[in-house]
């Protein structure tokens, strides 16, 4: 667990010094981008990611101020709504994957063995 908070810790500090906003933006924008309708429900996002209810529903209001998400009605639900990534939060996904990836390989591709990475890949596959 000491490795993986360093290892955020550090994605962290590399998101802030590229001028980028949080991780946990990364994680909506994902989730959203990789359905195909670029949308789903609050429940779905929070059932797909680390963050608690309470969390996700601020972020969403940060993300959909800053243009990157938008909500729209569900009908069949007057209470629900979707959160629909806009261009604009693709794009900022996209950016934020340039420094993500690039952290992801100094802090955890260079220190192991490609077996290795495949080994560990396997392993944390089977927590999810």
Known sequence: ????????AAIEKEF?????????????LWELVKVEAGRLRPFEIEARTLLAQYNLSRLIDRLEKEGLVRRESYD???????????????????RMWETYSQSIET??????????????????????
């Not at 667990?1 to 955020?8: D, E, P, S």
């Not at 069949?76 to 996209?94: F, I, L, S, Y």
Request: hydrophobic share 45%; aromatic share 4%.
């Open 107 to 128: 802090h955890v591709g260079t220190k192991l063995s490609e077996q290795e990475a495949q080994a560990l890949a396997a392993l944390l596959s089977r927590l999810s």
């Open 16 to 28: 802030k010094a590229a001028g980028l906003p949080p991780l946990s933006w990364y994680d909506v």
């Open 76 to 94: 069949e639900d007057a209470r629900g709504c979707w959160v629909t990534v806009t261009e604009a939060g693709r794009t900022m996904r996209a």
């Open 1 to 8: 667990m000491r490795a993986q908070q360093r290892v955020l």
